[in-house]
């Protein structure tokens, strides 16, 4: 068997740009930005590399790895890369900052309703129109991802591994550990070096739990406390891996249990919420504070559940170019990538069967598929368009 190419090389990204062409394009991705991490990175797939080439494929899944591998949410950790990668530490800011801003006022706004009122508005039609449309757009995005990062026959192989244990039920981030540390392994033995001696170069970002927040999760005030929840929700920020709903496993004990501060059908509201709106999940964080505390409480537990992605980025951020000359370093880094599109893959089977629900939503996703294929016209505009359709045949109904 012949031998597998070396590592690919990173390609030059385009010249830097400005801050606003940065701050438009995630403003308006926090806005259309409906269907969860997997739907919000195809599109910023799709702008970025497809039609603005601010950088390579390969780079943005150097990036994609990267955020796999540290705990917090992929999309917005995304966001702060490539918001570095064009326009600096600014960039780094204003990228994720942009990205969160709008899911926030919207789930500030559902908040206050809920408050209100007691129950959360409906736009079941809408959703039932954006999702086939958000479907065609993970699975074209993990098509073109899935060309660039299964281009060996071992990351292939390591692909395939990670999807049959994940739907055996393994744990995401050791499958991604393992795959990092397996690809490496396999090209250190090809290259006759020892890889045991080199895998330390790439030392993981662990997250470090402040031993204040610690103490909040089992401290129990009188009544809510702004840095209380503070430190609660820096908790979640700096431990959390894998989708929005694992927040119920380490919200409940604190929120629910220990503090008495909501009750179970409360949280799974906000669970709701956080998946239902567009942009970032864990802005079920905005949810729960103004539930708990009113905007002061809103404002806190975001900042708290958000503030490790941003350090954690800013710290690995500018190294990941470096990682890829290494050759131990480019290993686990393909390995981390055919990790994190078996994954991706095996997220959009249940979304599918969530999504194409009966024919007119077939037919949905259908047209939404020969619109991306067959022209260049936008994924927002398309997401627009099946929230559009999904409230005239709600209206028809």
């Known amino acids: 068997m ?67 591998l540290i705990p917090g949410p992929n999309s917005t950790e995304m966001a702060i890369h490539l918001g570095y990668v064009r326009a600096g530490w600014p960039g780094l800011l204003l990228g994720g900052a942009c990205f969160i801003l709008p899911a926030t006022l919207i789930v500030l706004a559902l908040a206050a309703a809920y408050v209100r009122w007691g129950q959360l508005p409906e736009a079941g039609w809408l959703l039932y129109g954006i999702k086939p449309v958000i479907l065609v757009v993970i699975v074209q995005a993990l098509w073109r991802l899935a060309r660039t990062a299964l281009a060996t026959p071992s990351a292939a192989v390591v692909a395939g591994a990670v ?70 929700f820096l908790k979640v920020g700096s431990i959390l891996f894998g989708s929005g709903y694992v927040l119920l496993a380490f919200l409940r004990p604190d929120l629910v249990e220990r503090t008495g501060w909501l009750t179970d059908p409360q949280l799974l ?25 009113g905007t002061p409480g809103a404002i806190v537990a975001t900042v708290g559940i958000f503030l490790p992605s941003f350090v954690l980025v800013a710290v690995s951020s500018p190294w990941v170019p470096r990682i890829r000359c290494s050759m131990w370093a480019a290993g686990l880094l393909d390995g981390a990538s055919a990790a994190a599109v078996a994954l991706m893959a095996w997220v959009t089977w249940p979304l599918g069967r969530a999504a194409l629900v009966d024919l007119p939503a077939a037919l949905l996703a259908l047209t939404a598929a020969a619109l991306l294929s067959g022209t260049r016209l936008n994924s927002a505009w398309l997401v627009a368009g099946g929230a559009l359709a999904g409230g005239l045949l709600g209206l028809w109904r």
Request: charged share 15%.
């Open 269 to 293: 509201d906000a669970i709701a919420v956080g998946q239902v709106t567009p942009g970032p999940v864990l802005t079920t964080a905005t949810f729960v504070g103004y539930l708990v505390a």
């Open 163 to 232: 999807a049959v244990l994940a739907l055996a039920g393994a744990n995401e981030l050791l499958l991604l550990v393992a795959a990092a540390l397996a690809l490496a392994v396999v090209r250190g033995v090809r290259m006759g070096r020892d890889p045991t001696v080199r895998v330390g170069l790439v030392a993981l970002p662990a997250p470090v739990l402040p031993v204040t927040a610690a103490v909040a999760a089992t401290v129990v005030p009188a009544s809510p406390s702004l840095v209380t929840l503070s430190l609660i």
């Open 2 to 68: 012949s031998p597998e190419p070396p590592p690919r090389s990173g390609s030059p990204t385009a010249a830097p740009g400005t801050l606003g062409e940065v701050v438009r394009l995630f403003l308006r991705l926090g806005v259309v930005g409906f269907g969860g991490p997997a739907a919000h990175i195809a599109m910023m797939e799709d702008e970025v590399v497809r039609r603005r080439g601010w950088l390579s494929r390969e780079r943005f899944l150097d990036l994609l790895a990267a955020t796999n």
